[in-house]
T-cell receptor
Framework: DTEVTQTPKHLVMGMTNKKSLKCEQH?????MYWYKQKAKKPPELMFV???????INESVPSRFSPECPNSSLLNLHLHALQPEDSALYLC???????????????FGPGTRLTVT | RKEVEQDPGPFNVPEGATVAFNCTYS??????FFWYRQDCRKEPKLLMS???SGNEDGRFTAQLNRASQYISLLIRDSKLSDSATYLC????????????FGSGTRLQVQP
């Protein structure tokens, strides 16, 4: 089963709100990712977790705060967002074995976020 | 120069046509290569991995040329359901697991 689930599917929030996006996978993958995708553009990497530790932060503003509570879950906490943060937020997961070539990633359906 | 470059298209082809997409990458240390497809307002879905020896999955054939640093995807006997954006994806090296996406090539198969 190559399924990654994300909730909620849609989210509308004001600039003063605090909300969280959730991602879950049960494929035993030890790497999980957050990407942001604007319309007609490819996904852009935000964060990478490897074995529940943050390994890459692509200079993302602090109003986005990732969290990896365990190997199956990945959260993205949102606070004081701007309208330009409106986008599709995609979670992905992959196998991760140090020293091996990188593996393919599987994406969740995404959360479509609108900041008003 | 972008890390991964693709012709954005759109490619408009009739059903049954054969269509080929190319993609070039700049980092010669790149380790892994993939084609993903993305339908409008949906997530990217893995279409196939790409190997130097070439690989085929039904109507789809992917090829990697490391010397020239390009990747290709050939779709034979196009179906209406093949209409989507095709994303060329490269992973740089083992220490960095994240995907680098090309900007995508839009394919529209017409009846």
């Amino acid at each position: 089963d190559t399924e990654v689930t994300q909730t909620p599917k849609h989210l509308v929030m004001g600039m003063t709100n605090k909300k969280s996006l959730k991602c879950e996978q049960h494929m035993g993958h030890r790497a999980m990712y957050w990407y942001k995708q604007k319309a007609k553009k490819p996904p852009e990497l935000m964060f990478v977790y490897s074995y529940e530790k943050l390994s890459i932060n692509e200079s993302v503003p602090s109003r986005f705060s990732p969290e990896c509570p365990n190997s199956s879950l990945l959260n993205l906490h949102l606070h004081a967002l701007q309208p330009e943060d409106s986008a599709l937020y995609l979670c992905a997961s992959s196998q991760d074995a140090p020293g091996s070539p990188p593996y393919e990633q599987y994406f969740g359906p995404g959360t479509r976020l609108t900041v008003t | 120069r972008k890390e991964v470059e693709q012709d954005p298209g759109p490619f408009n082809v009739p059903e049954g046509a054969t269509v080929a997409f190319n993609c070039t990458y700049s980092n010669s240390a790149s380790q892994s290569f993939f084609w993903y497809r993305q339908d409008c307002r949906k997530e990217p879905k893995l279409l196939m991995s790409v190997y130097s020896s070439g690989n085929e999955d039904g109507r789809f054939t992917a090829q990697l040329n490391r010397a020239s640093q390009y990747i290709s995807l050939l779709i034979r006997d196009s179906k209406l359901s093949d209409s989507a954006t095709y994303l060329c994806v490269v992973i740089g090296y083992t220490g960095r697991r994240a995907l680098t996406f090309g900007s995508g090539t839009r394919l529209q198969v017409q009846p």
